[in-house]
Every structure is written in C-alpha cells, then in structure tokens.
C-alpha cells in the first residue's frame, strides 16, 4: 500500500518555501558585497595616506578580504542552520550558531575602530547575522509542535 503525500509525516514533506529559506544567506551576502564593493569605489586604498590619516579609509586588500571573510561565515552559517532540512525541532541549531557568532562579533567590533567602511560594513553583516538567529531561535523554540 503506497502512502499518499498528504499521509506522510510533517517532518518529512517539502515545503515549496525550502527554496526561500536556503538562499536567504547567500542573497544577503551578495547585498553585503554589493556594499563592499561601492564603499571600495568610493574609498579605495589610497597608499599616501599614513598614521592618522588613513583612519576611517580602506586598507590595501581591504575588498577581497571582505567578500572572502563574509564568504566564509556565509557559508558556515548556511552549514551550521542547514535551512533545506530545517523544521520546528530545529531550535538548537541558531542557538549554537549565535553562540559561535557572537564573539566573533565583539571581536569584529573591537577591531573595526578606525576601519574603513568594508570592515563596518562586515560588523554590520555580524550584528545582523547575530540579530537574525536571536529571532530565529526564539521563533523555533516557541513555535507549536505538530
């Protein structure tokens, strides 16, 4: 006897947003290099300036250590959530995610003083990355078992 799609369990079936929610990280990390790459051409490494002066501009290498930088933590965060089999039991897996992100936000904002807008723009990513899987993990943990 073959079971129907609609008889199968809830944690087995697809949902036609899994897509969505998969490439949710990768499309907020090409926004991110977007704005890399605009601070980059608006304020690109300027080799003159020295000691203060170079306060608040972007470093020699500063883009592509950007975009590879966010790259990572894009992909580890993609790893660590696996959104493409993310269901309601499923709570642990932000929470241990925020776990590891979150000193290496504090970290990231210790460093950023002085930096130039690729380096802010990365603290942005963090803050945004930590504030998302706070929502997430609340929302998960507090939403109705089926």
């Not at 809830?10 to 704005?35: K, N």
């Not at 590891?100 to 970290?107: D, F, I, M, R």
């Amino acid at each position: 006897m073959q079971v129907s799609a609609s008889q199968e369990p809830a944690r087995t079936q697809r949902s036609p947003w899994r897509w969505l929610a998969t490439a949710v990280v990768p499309l907020a990390w090409v926004a991110v290099a977007v704005g890399m790459a605009g601070s980059w051409s608006s304020d690109p490494h300027d080799p003159a300036l020295t000691g203060t002066h170079a306060y608040g501009h972007n470093g020699e290498g500063g883009l592509s250590f950007g975009l590879v930088l966010t790259g990572i933590e894009a992909l580890v965060l993609l790893l660590a959530l696996r959104p493409w089999s993310y269901t309601a039991r499923s709570w642990a897996r932000p929470l241990v995610a925020l776990g590891a992100a979150l000193p290496w936000t504090l970290l990231s904002a210790l460093l950023t003083m002085h930096a130039g807008g690729i380096i802010v723009l990365h603290l942005l990513w963090l803050l945004a990355v930590d504030a998302a899987l706070v929502v997430l993990t609340l929302a998960t943990a507090l939403a109705p078992r089926r």
